[in-house]
């Protein structure tokens, strides 16, 4: 899918506690860095999710996919691509790229979220916090020294 | 998707570690509950996933997906149903239905698989103990008295 | 440790995801087995943890402490012994025993707590619900059928 | 304890996966944040554990302990500090000090490790990776620039 605003990337090593017997790292592990991404990029943003939640606006996870290509092994340096690629109405949907050190693809995937509130209904989408951070997200260019390299 | 098998059905609660601050039950989690399921029904269809490793038979997930309906909370009683849905060369799938004690719809999923050997080579579909395991699943029919209750 | 209360049993099985590379269950695993056994001690108590936040009553762990003696595998059996060693003031000490399904023991530790309130503010050790708390699982005793089997 | 090397100084971000229902993160991921800063704090002695376990050294965990004094929460800032504190026979042990940005103590622990082969067997612990292994941890001296702040 491609991106609606800016791509960020970030580097992270797998855990050992991540892997299984297998000797990799498993693959429940993909949608927690995935978050972790979805983490810094909102605060790189200017926006950080804490403060969401602060605000009463909540975003659940309402589907997920992800594309095994390539395993990864403990304490690998692997870059975590994030860019969100879909905005409609109150649900959105940021999409991610595992790479390996060689920039080789190890996965690829997806998260759809809602917008809700503490107690897990919807807001709507013309919702002052969630109309500010659509501009915000939809708006944004990094500058040239915060570019990540290009791959 | 359409069963090719049989569908079994797994109870279990949910942890106080897998909530998150949002009060739910964390969205990587699920797929952690996949796999025990797949796990309890490759045991209960005489195949431990255990002696699939011993004889150098791996599974490893190469493609992932998951809706989520409703949250399911700590200490919930949760249903897990199991099923194969697809067979294809040397991939498989399992979908999944998580449901409420009242057998409300919480999630539905799926996991493709793909057999490797411990190398994480693919292995070659007419492999016998890939043949064997095929036969075994496709053409499982559990005696009335071990079938689920209807839903 | 010596109990002052009742011992409960429970079983389950070591979840894939739950190991690591080096092929067994991995160490923090442990801590998320002993709270799931205290989930269903004060269940099984007839006080359910969930009743005790609704009521405004938390128990932060404060300490723990676990000795590995015999690694745990992947969908082995294992017997998880829950246990009450400690009250004193306003915090509490559970202790528990991990065995094999042949009963040899595999970890033993013990989880030190507090009780709280919301705001993580300490509660005094003579509310209404700790006391009935404390009553309850000091004077606990299960009847002989419920008695989890000699070991 | 007092350290019998160098204390070395890593920083991460609390994941809101780790995070509970309670608002704050999960007791047992310490010890998951502990291991990644041993396999850190190994890294840059000039000895990864992967290259251990590729020398058929293991360092299976045989105890553990944590004090927790201040909750940590999502998003955080965490300072987390690891030394070694003993080294007896063929058991070593790693020290942990976890602050909160101001510096304020969150916890403390310590784990315990046993030097095995792959098969879980002890080893000697003139085995000549472990003397390697020992010289160089206990002759530790980071250059100045390597030194992290003082606290």
């Not at 692997?78 to 999409?95: C, N, Q």
């Not at 690829?108 to 919702?127: M, P, Q, S, V």
């Amino acid at each position: 899918m491609d991106t609606i605003g800016t791509l960020r990337s970030y580097t992270f090593r797998v855990r050992y506690a991540e892997t299984d017997q297998m000797g990799i790292a498993h693959h429940s592990n993909y949608f927690v860095w995935f978050e972790a991404g979805r983490s810094d990029y909102c605060r790189d943003l200017g926006l950080p999710y804490g403060e969401w939640e602060k605000n009463g606006v909540f975003m659940p996870v309402v589907e997920v996919h992800c594309r095994y290509k390539s395993s990864l092994l403990y304490d690998e340096l692997v870059t975590l691509e994030v860019f969100p690629t879909e905005w409609r109405g109150a649900t959105m949907t940021f999409s991610y790229r595992l790479l390996h050190a060689d920039g080789k693809l190890a996965a690829e995937g997806w998260t759809k979220h809602a917008f809700a509130d503490a107690r897990g209904r919807l807001i709507r989408h013309d919702n002052d916090f969630i109309v500010r951070l659509k501009d915000l997200m939809l708006s944004d260019q990094m500058t040239p020294a915060a570019q990540p390299a290009a791959k």
